[in-house]
Structures are given as C-alpha cells and as structure tokens.
Nanobody, 118 residues
Framework: QVQLVESGGGLVQAGGSLRVSCIASGDTHCLTSMGWYRQAPGKERELAAGITDGGSTYYKDSVKGRFTISRDNAKNTVALQMNSLKPEDTAVYYC????????????WGKGTLVTVSS
C-alpha cells in the first residue's frame, strides 16, 4: 500500500505562482509514474502533468511552459510548480502514483484546492 499526502495550493491572483507538493509513504519502491490530475468545477478529472521514475515528463498542452513537475525519488516526493496561473487553472489538484512494479495499482491523494482569481 502507498499513502499520498498533498500540501500547498491556495488562492492566488492571475499571473501568480503556486507550488503543490506530495509525499508518498509505504511501498514507494513499487512506484513508477507519479504526478498531478486536476478537476475543475463541473468538469472531468484530467491529467495535468506526470513524471516517471526515470524522469520522463508529460504535460497537458494548456500548461506547457507554465508548469514544471519534479520528483525526488530518494525523498518520495513529487511537486508541481505552477507559474503564470490563469483562472482556468482553478481546480482541485490530486496527486497520483502508479504501482507497476509490484501490485499494478494506482493511488490517489485527497486533493488540494488551487483557486486563481481574475
């Protein structure tokens, strides 16, 4: 089992920056990809950014150039630095982790709210 705990988020004006972080505990040696999904009000959850244990990254087109995902395998953390935030970035951001080495499972954090005011 893996537990994910997010921190960060909050309220920021458009054009500002925020950082959300996630720390994993438990069977972290089983994890492959980690990253962040987000869900805006009335919309489906979508993948914002992801990173493999080898360091390969993925970004949703609308966040490319503004968001940067990073991962520290030794500390079992993944972070998302969000710059030039827009009101449409407002969402609950969920940390996720994939266990593809041991049990073929996925794990989710409880989410942290990011609100960007115009």
């Amino acid at each position: 089992q893996v537990q994910l705990v997010e921190s960060g988020g909050g309220l920021v004006q458009a054009g500002g920056s925020l950082r959300v972080s996630c720390i994993a505990s438990g069977d972290t040696h089983c994890l492959t990809s980690m990253g962040w999904y987000r869900q805006a009000p009335g919309k489906e959850r979508e993948l914002a950014a992801g990173i493999t244990d080898g360091g390969s990254t993925y970004y949703k087109d609308s966040v490319k150039g503004r968001f940067t995902i990073s991962r520290d395998n030794a500390k079992n953390t993944v972070a998302l630095q969000m710059n030039s935030l827009k009101p449409e970035d407002t969402a609950v951001y969920y940390c996720y982790a994939l266990d593809q080495y041991c049990h073929d499972k996925e794990y989710w954090g409880k989410g942290t709210l990011v609100t960007v005011s115009s």
